[in-house]
């Protein structure tokens, strides 16, 4: 009954060669944000989805996008992957009414050959 | 915009004991303060919140508190046993949109 869904759990890719990672949700909430952790620290907000509307964080590198093309699904391009993107992705979502908890996903532990 | 500072970085306690972590945040019109509980290798996942316009709130063994006036919070923990090992991150919103994160508290739970 997972409501925040992340594909695929565990990701390998080569340097520079482009990758997506996946995230849907059952909770119908407008806001999807996607997170980098790397080990002991806390998540980084990388951007986030207000309905349709993109917020890209200052900090993040223009080699990741991403793409939301409907309510449900919400998707992480990084375009030429470096030695330094291997890390856990987390999607999250929340409401953005009422002051309500995000909800995570599992993630997707990417890793860079 | 929004700072969360949290501490300790890492907490060690014995089975039974209580533990505290304590947060403060910049921004007084943040009102909503998520906690976060992340086992290794999984997702964080909430186990308390409080909003601004209360200043305590309790769930079983777990209790936050608020302190508006001071900008800080606090994740109390009692009776603790081995599987609340986890690190645990507060959290700060003003608008439940964007949200700050502590750096985190690696908590030890000693049997």
């Known amino acids: 009954d997972a409501m925040v869904i992340q594909n695929p759990r565990y990701q390998v890719t080569q340097f520079g060669k482009p990758v997506t990672l996946s995230c849907s949700q059952t909770?119908?909430?407008?806001?999807m944000y996607w997170y980098q952790q790397k080990s002991s620290q806390a998540p980084k907000l990388l951007f986030h989805?207000?309905?349709?509307?993109?917020?890209n964080e200052a900090d993040t590198p223009d080699n990741f996008q991403s793409r939301r093309p409907n309510t449900s699904f919400c998707f992480l391009d990084i375009r030429s992957p470096g030695l330094g993107d291997a890390a856990m992705y987390l999607c999250?979502?929340?409401?953005?009414?009422?002051?309500?908890?995000?909800?995570f996903g599992d993630g997707t532990r990417l890793s860079i050959l | 915009g929004e700072n969360v500072e949290q501490h300790p970085s890492t907490l060690s306690v014995q089975e039974g004991d209580s533990a505290v972590i304590k947060c403060t945040y910049s921004?007084?019109?943040?009102?909503?303060f998520p906690w976060y509980k992340q086992e290794l290798g999984k997702r964080p996942q909430l186990i308390i919140d409080?909003?601004?316009?209360?200043g305590e709130k309790k769930d079983q063994r777990i209790a936050v508190t608020l302190n508006k006036t001071a900008k800080h919070f606090s994740l109390h923990i009692t009776e603790t046993q081995p599987e609340d090992s986890a690190v645990y991150f507060c959290?700060?919103?003003?608008?439940?949109?964007?949200?700050?994160f502590g750096p985190g508290t690696r908590l030890s739970v000693l049997p």
């Open positions: 999250a979502t929340s409401r953005a009414s009422g002051n309500q908890p995000q909800h």
């Open positions: 909770l119908n909430h407008n806001v």
């Open positions: 989805y207000y309905d349709k509307d993109f917020n």
């Open positions: 921004d007084s019109a943040s009102n909503y």
């Open positions: 409080i909003r601004s316009n209360v």
């Open positions: 959290a700060a919103s003003r608008d439940g949109q964007n949200f700050v």
